[in-house]
């Protein structure tokens, strides 16, 4: 079983910057492609980065590209979220999630795409 856990978030005036982590059990880290969701009240799930096996695959959405950047230690069994210049709109629990894929280079954007997901961890921005 495959457990998400991620950290960092909390409140944060507009333009500051958080960076997220989610920590992932497993001897098979490696094989997941990852991703990081959000959900503001009221709205649907949305991506907002997702990292290949290899670290040099990645995407990012419109609305965070150029402020976000995802990124994975292996090693640590952990994906990270670097969020700089964020904004009152990028307020919204994230999720970590994972999926297994033989692929190296493939990134996954669908919610459906992916086989586990953390709890959550709650971003407010501040304007």
């Known amino acids: 079983q495959v457990q998400l856990v991620e950290s960092g978030g909390g409140l944060v005036q507009a333009g500051g910057s958080l960076r997220l982590s989610c920590a992932a059990s497993g001897r098979t880290f490696s094989s997941w492609a990852m991703g990081w969701f959000r959900q503001a009240p009221g709205k649907e799930r949305e991506i907002v980065a997702a990292?290949?096996?290899?670290?040099?695959?990645?995407y990012y959405s419109d609305s965070v590209k150029g402020r976000f950047t995802i990124s994975r230690d292996n090693a640590k069994n952990t994906v990270y979220l670097q969020m700089n210049t964020l904004i009152p709109e990028d307020t919204a629990v994230y999720y970590c999630?994972?999926?297994?894929?033989?692929?190296?280079?493939?990134?996954?954007?669908?919610?459906?795409?992916?086989?586990?997901w953390g709890q959550g961890t709650q971003v407010t921005v501040s304007s």
């Open positions: 990292i290949g096996r290899s670290s040099g695959s990645t």
């Open positions: 999630a994972a999926r297994g894929t033989p692929r190296f280079i493939a990134v996954f954007t669908g919610v459906g795409d992916y086989e586990y």
